[in-house]
């Protein structure tokens, strides 16, 4: 399967113009009205960094990031269905933890033959991250650092680096990188990000959102958003909210199949190079 998925990612990628090149857009809509309307820009930045800090579950922040992935999709097919082709955008999960799960994914309208899931080690999260930018593979890479149940040890200045490596590669291209934190992670050292967004979840059918820093200075105070929200954007009933750790609520399902090291990963990077 997973020599498979390779060789399509490869065929596909020799058959696709770079994301960034001859593109006009520069911000990514959600497709729901409400989370589209608490951002500054009314959508998500392609070219730059968005952080999205959890305080408590970080359920909603899972599914704000798999949401953006679902519009990413949906966008290209319906810009390649109006020139008469076939198109959709790679997007990819760094899931170090293997909390993400494939059913869960699938409900909320994501095109799983579109979605890399990479499970590294966490020491090399950084690496692989900047790996998958720099190759210009991806429209929406979400790189997950929450943790299954406790917090990850991360390296601050480590992450200073990586951050500002990330907005470098994507800088140009029609890319948008989302990196889930908590707020108890990166106290002494604020990561360099485009924007952050705050999410709490205040009880089970609600939770918070707050543009706590925007580039160009837009901030924002606390909105409260339904969690039915993801049920149906985009137009896809789902009835789908994910848990702290990123499961499916109310069942038991198995995981999605992902690439656990990085040798796939060099050898995705490689069929992307051009000359």
Not at 98 to 113: E, H, K, N
Not at 173 to 178: E, F, I, K, P
Request: hydrophobic share 45%.
């Amino acid at each position: 399967m997973r020599s498979e998925a390779l060789s399509s990612l490869r065929s596909s990628l020799e058959r696709w113009t770079p994301f960034g090149q001859g593109s006009s857009t520069r911000v990514l809509s959600l497709g729901i009205p409400a989370l589209d309307a608490a951002l500054p820009h009314r959508g998500l930045a392609y070219g730059g960094v968005t952080e999205l800090q959890v305080r408590g579950s970080s359920g909603s922040a899972t599914s704000f990031a798999l949401c953006a992935c679902r519009a990413a999709q949906q966008l290209a097919s319906s810009t390649s269905a109006s020139v008469g082709e076939s198109r959709s955008p790679w997007c990819a999960f760094i899931d170090p933890t293997a909390t993400l799960f494939a059913p869960g994914v699938a409900r909320l309208g994501v095109d799983l033959s579109r979605l890399l899931i990479v499970r590294p080690e966490i020491e090399a999260v950084g690496r692989v991250a900047v790996r998958i930018a720099e190759a210009n593979l991806v429209s929406v890479l979400v790189v997950d650092l929450t943790g299954a149940g406790s917090l990850l040890s991360l390296d601050e200045l480590t992450w200073q680096r990586t951050v500002r490596r990330l907005a470098l590669a994507v800088k140009s291209m029609s890319t948008s990188v989302l990196l889930l934190t908590r707020a108890e992670q990166f106290q002494t050292l604020p990561l360099p990000t485009f924007m952050r967004l705050e999410f709490t979840r205040r009880s089970t059918e609600s939770f918070e959102l707050r543009v706590a820093k925007d580039r160009t200075g837009r901030v924002s105070t606390a909105r409260s958003i339904a969690c039915s929200v993801f049920d149906t954007g985009g137009g896809v009933d789902t009835g789908v909210f994910f848990d702290g750790g990123g499961a499916l609520e109310g069942g038991s399902i198995e995981p999605a199949v992902g690439f656990e090291s990085g040798t796939d990963l060099e050898a995705i990077a490689a069929a992307r190079q051009v000359s």
